[in-house]
């Protein structure tokens, strides 16, 4: 079974926006782990291979915050 990487550049301005973050990751389905930092203003996602890289956009943006930039195994998507 493949997998993607997401990678997302969030403005986060303090740890409850990065755990905004961290709970919509942690509720959706396909999601098979994450790491969102506030040090360094991303969000890495390891997701099953079922999972789009719209659908987690979609869920960051929900959470209010700006999302900068991102990217689905290693190439720059529209946000």
Same mark, same amino acid.
């Given at each position: !079974?493949?997998?993607?990487?997401?990678?997302? $550049?969030?403005? !986060?301005?303090?740890? %409850?926006?990065? %755990?905004?973050? $961290?709970?919509? &990751? *942690?509720?959706? +389905?396909?999601?098979?782990?994450?790491?969102?930092? &506030?040090? =360094?203003?991303?969000? $890495?996602?390891?997701?099953? +291979?079922?999972?789009?890289? +719209?659908?987690?956009? $979609? *869920?960051?943006? *929900? =959470?209010?915050?700006?999302? *900068?930039?991102? =990217?689905? +195994?290693?190439? =720059?998507?529209?946000?």
């Amino acid at each position: !079974m493949s997998e993607h990487t997401y990678k997302f $550049e969030v403005a !986060m301005s303090c740890g %409850g926006c990065s %755990g905004a973050v $961290e709970r919509v &990751l *942690k509720k959706l +389905d396909g999601v098979k782990s994450y790491n969102v930092s &506030l040090e =360094t203003q991303t969000a $890495e996602i390891q997701a099953e +291979d079922s999972l789009s890289y +719209d659908t987690v956009l $979609e *869920k960051i943006k *929900k =959470t209010g915050k700006t999302v *900068k930039s991102g =990217t689905a +195994d290693g190439e =720059t998507r529209d946000v």
